[in-house]
Nanobody, 124 residues
Framework: VQLQASGGGFVQAGGSLRISCEVS????????MGWFRQAPGKEREFVAA????????YYSDSVKGRFTLSRDNAKNTVYLQMNSLKPEDTAVYYC??????????????????WGQGTQVTVSS
């Protein structure tokens, strides 16, 4: 199983980026796909997750209303559309997956598979 994250980059505050996570080797249609981020000197934090068996989406308070998670089952890819970006959104963004939904979806320790991360930098 491989998760390949891509699409990060450099953007000015107020701008937008879309990052992608392509999954190969299996599908997680009954489980969870999540996005986490980690800034220098900080712990990895939850950003968003989608529950595959119910197509429900969850967001952290810090990104709610600005970020939108979506998935393309045909491409086995999840996307994170990030709008109204702020300098505090600067971090390495990681996608993650687990086979079965977990109620503590916001805890990175509950995910079994991780992508390599993609850097998002927002300038002020």
């Amino acid at each position: 199983v491989q998760l390949q994250a891509s699409g990060g980059g450099f953007v000015q505050a107020g701008g937008s980026l879309r990052i992608s996570c392509e999954v190969s080797g299996r599908t997680f249609s009954r489980g969870a796909m999540g996005w986490f981020r980690q800034a220098p000197g900080k712990e990895r934090e939850f950003v968003a997750a989608i529950r595959g068996d119910a197509n429900m989406k969850y967001y952290s308070d810090s990104v709610k209303g600005r970020f939108t998670l979506s998935r393309d089952n045909a491409k086995n890819t999840v996307y994170l559309q990030m709008n109204s970006l702020k300098p505090e959104d600067t971090a390495v963004y990681y996608c993650a997956a687990r086979s079965i939904w977990h109620i503590y979806y916001y805890n990175p320790s509950n995910y079994d598979y991780w992508g390599q991360g993609t850097q998002v930098t927002v300038s002020s």
